[in-house]
């Protein structure tokens, strides 16, 4: 069974730092895309970043502040934000690609975590 477990949110304020981890079990995540999206209330949910091996593809609104990580040993992706602004206030989803590809989609992705929220006060 595929299982993706998203921990690290919380509140913070602007100018603050989070991680978030997510722990996947089940699958071969090596062998695909991991990617982190977000939601906030009354919006679609939005592609944040990725990564495949070693490289990674950020959405324009987190590139500088973000930086996506994963260990493969550990089947852990990571997600370190930095600068957080208001705006980044959202649940925060891990998600594994249907293909190794890099996709910004997320149809593309085909298992989920149950997401972790962010708050990020001004």
């Known amino acids: 069974q595929v299982q993706l477990v998203e921990s690290g949110g919380g509140l913070v304020q602007a100018g603050g730092s989070l991680r978030l981890s997510c722990a996947a079990s089940?699958?071969?995540?090596?062998?695909?895309?991991m990617g982190w999206f977000r939601q906030a209330p009354g919006k679609e949910r939005e592609f944040v970043a990725a990564?495949?091996?070693?490289?990674?593809y950020y959405a324009d609104s987190v590139k500088g502040r973000f930086t996506i990580s994963r260990d493969n040993a550990k089947n852990t992706v990571l997600l370190q934000m930095n600068s957080l602004k208001p705006e980044d206030t959202a649940v925060y989803y891990c998600?594994?690609?249907?293909?190794?590809?890099?996709?910004?989609?997320?149809?593309?992705?085909?298992?989920w975590g149950q997401g972790t929220q962010v708050t990020v006060s001004s």
């Open positions: 998600a594994s690609g249907i293909y190794s590809v890099i996709d910004t989609n997320p149809h593309m992705y085909n298992y």
């Open positions: 089940g699958r071969t995540f090596s062998s695909y895309a």
């Open positions: 990564i495949r091996s070693g490289t990674t």
